[in-house]
């Protein structure tokens, strides 16, 4: 029999998501302050009118604060985190939607969903004309995304709910036993990489690209955000092309890994402590190599390129890109449908499985690869070892840990569950037409939150197909766990007694 929900805990969930929405209040402070400083006064309008009413609902579910004495039920905290995601995109849409760049609302709400699970596709029209306030609200909107709302809310937050906040936007290791201290270790790293990329980028922008100091500074802004935080957007249409430069690749490679790993590792490589027996260090340098592998065996057959390094250049970069969700292309859209054969499949398969667990990249995550690897080698040993031999269930993450047989059942259960989002987005794709390699391509890219296409994502694209894309957005990005919270509290409200 399921339980109704008490006041109490709609109150507790609204309280929190109050909070979570005034932090959006404050982070639209700065495109509103971009936007005054560059004389974009409607642009200044619209994120005036995104913090005055973030502000009055945050102010407004502060009244609803819970009992003080109340312990948080650990359900709470996933529902919040997956209403998060659903709501804040319907705030943030309010500079989007006003900008003229969308023909519908719906088409601005994608992109907003888009920026903030940190995937990438978008369906705006003339990005080389949106103001640059809105522009930069798009970025932040990846930022935030990636380095978790949920976060910066919870270094405000207390009670036993921010673990399972924590946990309900895809996050799974703590580098230490207080979720606050996590947190602001995890927005820490964010600044350090933050002022030494932005850095870099800006000396780029005015030494190679040309650019005067503010123009070099935008750019460098925004593509810090979109590479640290593997999502994709880029201030012009033509993306990482658009600089035409091997040392800008190079900068943007080295943030793009940055964002691809855990925070767990980088809390190991900032204390010095020895990362190669790492689970998820060995299983994604293999992937990222049988991906490209692949990748580049098929750019060859296929004879795109007609030289050595450039072909290196360009099936670098993209299978970089894809493995660590980024998004990012050196190509255009239609070049990159083009490929065929091996060199389409690798950038898929490198999409799927997606960088490491506890990171702002999306997809399989490495951990569960590594982990269904080292369980089924494992179970191959038994089988071939003699009777009363001891096979060791154990792998290296952050210390020696144990394979139970209830882990292992957790990996194959999200990772099949991964492989069924996948294949919906591809069955609906195919219902209005579209061939299976594209249909495939363009659902695995949203789901994994890559944001690489193939051209199906547009301004045309059919509306229930775009609503899919948001679902798959939204679902991948927070992992299962969290719908499934959300689904289930819904129902005890609507059924329970």
Same mark, same amino acid.
């Given at each position: 029999?399921?339980?109704?929900?008490?006041?109490?805990?709609?109150?507790?969930?609204?309280?929190?998501?109050?909070?979570?929405?005034?932090?959006?209040?404050?982070?639209?402070?700065?495109?509103?302050?971009?936007?005054?400083?560059?004389?974009?006064?409607?642009?200044?309008?619209?994120?005036?009118?995104?913090?005055?009413?973030?502000?009055?609902?945050?102010?407004?579910?502060?009244?609803?604060?819970?009992?003080?004495?109340?312990?948080?039920?650990?359900?709470?905290?996933?529902?919040?985190?997956?209403?998060?995601?659903?709501?804040?995109?319907?705030?943030?849409?309010?500079?989007?939607?006003?900008?003229?760049?969308?023909?519908?609302?719906?088409?601005?709400?994608?992109?907003?969903?888009?920026?903030?699970?940190?995937?990438?596709?978008?369906?705006?029209?003339?990005?080389?004309?949106?103001?640059?306030?809105?522009?930069?609200?798009?970025?932040?909107?990846?930022?935030?995304?990636?380095?978790?709302?949920?976060?910066?809310?919870?270094?405000?937050?207390?009670?036993?709910?921010?673990?399972?906040?924590?946990?309900?936007?895809?996050?799974?290791?703590?580098?230490?036993?207080?979720?606050?201290?996590?947190?602001?270790?995890?927005?820490?790293?964010?600044?350090?990489?933050?002022?030494?990329?932005?850095?870099?980028?800006?000396?780029?922008?005015?030494?190679?690209?040309?650019?005067?100091?503010?123009?070099?500074?935008?750019?460098?802004?925004?593509?810090?955000?979109?590479?640290?935080?593997?999502?994709?957007?880029?201030?012009?249409?033509?993306?990482?092309?658009?600089?035409?430069?091997?040392?800008?690749?190079?900068?943007?490679?080295?943030?793009?890994?940055?964002?691809?790993?855990?925070?767990?590792?980088?809390?190991?490589?900032?204390?010095?402590?020895?990362?190669?027996?790492? $689970?998820?260090?060995?299983? +994604?340098?293999?992937? &990222?190599?049988?991906? =490209? /592998?692949?990748?580049? *065996?098929? #750019?060859?057959?296929?004879?795109?390129?007609?030289?050595?390094?450039?072909?290196?250049?360009?099936?670098?970069?993209?299978?970089?890109?894809?493995?660590?969700?980024?998004?990012?292309?050196?190509?255009?859209?239609?070049?990159?449908?083009?490929?065929?054969?091996?060199?389409?499949?690798?950038?898929?398969?490198?999409?799927?499985?997606?960088?490491?667990?506890?990171?702002?990249?999306?997809?399989?995550?490495?951990?569960?690869?590594?982990?269904?690897?080292?369980?089924?080698?494992?179970?191959?040993?038994?089988?071939?070892?003699?009777?009363?031999?001891?096979?060791?269930?154990?792998?290296?993450?952050?210390?020696?840990?144990? $394979?139970?047989?209830?882990? +292992?059942?957790?990996? &194959?259960?999200?990772? =099949? /569950?991964?492989?069924? *989002?996948? #294949?919906?987005?591809?069955?609906?794709?195919?219902?209005?037409?579209?061939?299976?390699?594209?249909?495939?391509?363009?659902?695995?890219?949203?789901?994994?939150?890559?944001?690489?296409?193939?051209?199906?994502?547009?301004?045309?694209?059919?509306?229930?197909?775009?609503?899919?894309?948001?679902?798959?957005?939204?679902?991948?990005?927070?992992?299962?766990?969290?719908?499934?919270?959300?689904?289930?509290?819904?129902?005890?409200?609507?059924?329970?007694?």
């Amino acid at each position: 029999m399921l339980l109704r929900p008490s006041i109490e805990d709609h109150r507790s969930i609204a309280h929190d998501l109050g909070r979570i929405i005034g932090v959006v209040a404050l982070a639209a402070v700065v495109p509103l302050v971009w936007a005054v400083a560059k004389g974009e006064w409607q642009s200044a309008s619209q994120f005036a009118l995104l913090i005055g009413i973030s502000t009055a609902v945050a102010a407004g579910a502060d009244r609803l604060r819970p009992d003080p004495g109340r312990a948080v039920d650990w359900s709470h905290g996933m529902v919040v985190a997956a209403l998060t995601w659903l709501v804040v995109p319907a705030f943030a849409t309010i500079p989007l939607w006003a900008s003229g760049h969308y023909a519908r609302w719906i088409d601005s709400y994608f992109d907003a969903m888009s920026g903030l699970t940190t995937t990438g596709l978008s369906v705006i029209q003339d990005l080389d004309h949106l103001a640059e306030s809105v522009n930069l609200w798009r970025h932040i909107l990846q930022f935030l995304g990636g380095q978790g709302i949920v976060l910066a809310a919870l270094m405000f937050l207390a009670g036993s709910g921010a673990l399972s906040l924590f946990e309900g936007e895809g996050r799974e290791h703590r580098m230490f036993p207080n979720v606050k201290t996590t947190a602001r270790f995890i927005w820490l790293v964010s600044a350090a990489h933050a002022l030494i990329g932005i850095s870099v980028l800006t000396l780029d922008g005015i030494f190679v690209q040309g650019f005067g100091i503010g123009r070099a500074f935008f750019h460098a802004s925004t593509i810090f955000m979109a590479a640290f935080d593997t999502g994709g957007f880029t201030p012009m249409s033509t993306s990482i092309a658009y600089y035409n430069s091997p040392i800008f690749e190079g900068l943007v490679t080295v943030l793009m890994i940055a964002g691809a790993m855990s925070f767990g590792l980088h809390h190991a490589i900032w204390h010095r402590r020895r990362i190669g027996k790492n $689970i998820e260090v060995r299983t +994604i340098a293999f992937t &990222f190599s049988v991906t =490209l /592998l692949i990748t580049m *065996l098929g #750019l060859a057959l296929l004879g795109v390129v007609d030289s050595v390094y450039p072909m290196v250049r360009i099936g670098l970069f993209q299978v970089l890109s894809a493995h660590t969700g980024t998004g990012f292309t050196t190509v255009s859209t239609p070049e990159l449908a083009s490929w065929s054969g091996l060199a389409f499949a690798g950038i898929a398969i490198a999409m799927a499985l997606g960088g490491m667990s506890s990171s702002t990249a999306g997809g399989v995550k490495s951990l569960r690869i590594g982990l269904a690897i080292r369980a089924m080698r494992d179970t191959v040993r038994e089988a071939l070892l003699p009777d009363g031999a001891v096979v060791s269930h154990t792998y290296h993450h952050f210390g020696r840990q144990i $394979i139970s047989p209830t882990l +292992i059942r957790s990996v &194959f259960t999200i990772s =099949l /569950l991964y492989v069924g *989002l996948y #294949l919906l987005g591809a069955a609906v794709a195919l219902g209005y037409g579209y061939e299976l390699g594209p249909a495939l391509f363009e659902s695995i890219s949203a789901s994994a939150a890559v944001g690489l296409s193939v051209g199906i994502v547009s301004p045309d694209m059919p509306l229930f197909l775009q609503i899919v894309y948001i679902l798959q957005m939204w679902v991948g990005r927070l992992e299962f766990i969290a719908i499934a919270a959300l689904f289930g509290f819904a129902a005890s409200t609507v059924f329970g007694k």
